[in-house]
């Protein structure tokens, strides 16, 4: 399989297997599939296809309320731009601090398996501490964990609520009982769970313009989806809490577009905030691990109680179902899991484990969960009724794994700095002048962009905008 032809048969997939009419498919034309980023996975065209689907699904989601048919381009190579946009944030002309904890990373254990430590939250990174019982360098965490079995360290670590990955080879990971659960799951899910009557909002100048968007997530991979949902128009209220940890660098790249306020889920005044929000909201997007919201009264059931009709985005790590639905984790620890990152590192000629040039994982779920929310809401146009989508890191990183290798991948150029700054925006906010990869999706009538800057976490009020 050529990988000029790979983003289009996943497109066809993506679009069969979320019911999307296949006459649409027609309007979307790809550039550059033959140019990805150095690596023998099929980075470039899981970009261009999940990026392309929920432009398309946006396209055709205005379509539906009143607006013309339009074409709708992508160039691969900005759209990997875009898959790591963070790495090419400027505030005032300069990157950012390097977010990326000095511990953090691949360790060799004492059977010379390796494992990986995920300690970029303050509170991870004391946690592994007090596991290892050692200092917090670099130095005394590599001599800890070499008086450990790789995986009785993980297993200690995962025990503890901490986020850590013990590298597995792709033929371990399948035998792994969590890899046979999402085995039996498809790549997304949209289900409806609830009946109500049919919402077609009315017609507006962008897609998503009156949808209203709750996004309760961090990092990358679900605030990519709200972020998105913000490039086409709807207001996404990012909802965050003072005592939760978060890494500037994501909050500002991934903050384009909304407003942020703050909420404290562990108070009775918190959770009657959110319900309020939600009585207003036509999607709730969320990256809690599976059971987390319902434990603080917001299960599906309740959601749909509190407002009739409303899509529901959930995001895991490892999926919802089998033994690791609740396990914590990041895009760079579910490559070490399942198979990937050993992989990566024996085709770079290394024992040591690699990595996919980007956090592709993260990105390429956090558009899938955005065109599972636009699908939804069609639907909701069409059919009525309340709907909850499922999509996790894992069971993304299982489709990247299932595609063909490119024998000549490792070979491919690399983005520079002049490629990427034809496709800066600025924008002045709180943070100061912010530089960033714009959306990478040209749609004919509808372009994408950002209304509004990213904003400090607390600076709007919890409550939405009056029509």
Known sequence: MQADTTADQLISTLWHLAGQAPDALGQLSFSNLARQLPSQFQVGALASATIGAQAL?????????????????LDQRHALAIFRSERYLLIDGKPPADPWS????????????????????????????????????????????????ASELDARLAQEGMVAALVRSPDEWLAHPQAAAIASLPLF??????????????????????????????V???????????????????????????????????????????????????????????????????????????ALGFSSEELQALRPGLVEVRLSAYGHAGPWAERRGFDSLVQSATGIAWEAGRAAGSDQPGKLPCQALDHATGYLAAFCAIAALQRRATEGGGWRARVSLAQTGRWLQSMPRLADGLQQADLGAAEVDQWRQTMASSYGEISAVAPAEHMSETPPHFDLPPSALDAYEASWQQD
């Open 102 to 149: 000095p511990i953090a990373g691949y360790y060799q254990a004492g059977d010379g398996l390796w494992i990986q430590l995920h300690t970029n939250f303050p509170h991870h990174r004391d946690g592994v501490l007090r596991v290892l019982q050692c200092a917090g360098h670099r130095a005394a965490v590599a001599a800890a964990i070499a008086g450990w079995q």
């Open 57 to 73: 699904a946006a396209a055709e989601f205005w379509r539906l309320r009143g607006g013309r048919r339009q074409s709708v381009a």
């Open 220 to 294: 990358i991979a679900a605030p990519v989806a709200g972020r998105t949902l913000a490039q086409h128009g709807a207001e996404v209220l990012a909802i965050g809490a003072a005592h939760l940890p978060n890494i500037p660098t994501l909050v500002i790249d991934n903050g384009r577009g909304k407003r942020a306020a703050q909420l404290d889920l562990r108070s009775e005044a918190g959770r009657q905030g959110l319900r309020e929000l939600i009585r207003g909201a036509d999607v709730f997007l969320h990256a809690y691990r599976p059971g987390a919201l319902a």
């Open 189 to 218: 899910e949209i289900e409806r769970v609830a009946d109500s009557v049919p919402e077609l909002p009315q017609p507006g100048q962008r897609p998503l313009s009156g949808v209203r968007v709750l996004d309760l997530s961090r």
